[in-house]
């Protein structure tokens, strides 16, 4: 039986959403490896979403906290506000209690991307501070560490991303993510998804 991936995610302006296609794509590669992409749900009202000139959302499935036992192993992608993930993806993180209560997620891989407006915006203290939700979870944490060689040393361009995990920059809505940003994010799913396979054939 394949081991599930699921890309979890939450994206406001799209950014962290072509990061979550990407690692899709990453985990694709590993054989015996069936990788899925979610969004969790908004918290915003459409009114609200339009004022901040959001566009709207893919088709990827809206995911619920149980369907999370389900994965092998699970990605958690976010855009940052000050430092921390967006309040959606907490709001998602909040409605797991029942799933730690039976430590559903315990033992399973986790691992985590992201998008910040700038430079000094959180690419680390973000992922940083969203380990403690895997932590609760008895999640076993992988981060990329420095899997992606060179790419991780790059000094001639603006790159997002660091040991954590893979990540890119919004500036003020108008960046895209980077082919260097692409090319990491789909490493972290082609790395992610071969750890989860090896943890699922040995269990």
Request: proline share 5%.
């Amino acid at each position: 039986m394949a081991a599930k991936v699921y890309i979890v995610y939450y994206s406001m302006y799209g950014h962290v959403e072509k990061l979550a296609q990407e690692i899709q794509k990453g985990a694709a590669t590993v054989e015996g490896v069936e990788a899925k992409l979610w969004q969790v749900p908004e918290t915003l009202s459409e009114d609200i979403l339009a004022k901040m000139g959001a566009p709207p959302k893919s088709d990827a499935p809206l995911i619920t906290a149980s369907e999370l036992a389900e994965a092998d192993g699970i990605l958690f992608g976010f855009p940052t506000r000050f430092g921390m993930m967006a309040a959606q993806f907490k709001a998602f993180m909040d409605s797991t209690g029942g799933l730690w209560g039976t430590q559903a997620l315990a033992g399973k891989p986790g691992g985590i991307f992201y998008s910040t407006g700038s430079q000094g915006g959180g690419q680390e203290t973000t992922p940083l501070t969203a380990i403690t939700q895997l932590a609760h979870h008895g999640m076993l944490f992988v981060p990329i560490g420095y899997t992606f060689g060179a790419g991780m040393f790059e000094m001639e361009e603006v790159k997002g991303g660091s040991p954590y995990g893979s990540g890119t920059y919004a500036g003020q809505g108008a960046r895209q993510p980077s082919k260097l940003e692409l090319e990491q994010a789909f490493h972290q799913g082609k790395y992610f998804a071969g750890i989860a396979k090896k943890l699922k054939t040995a269990a």
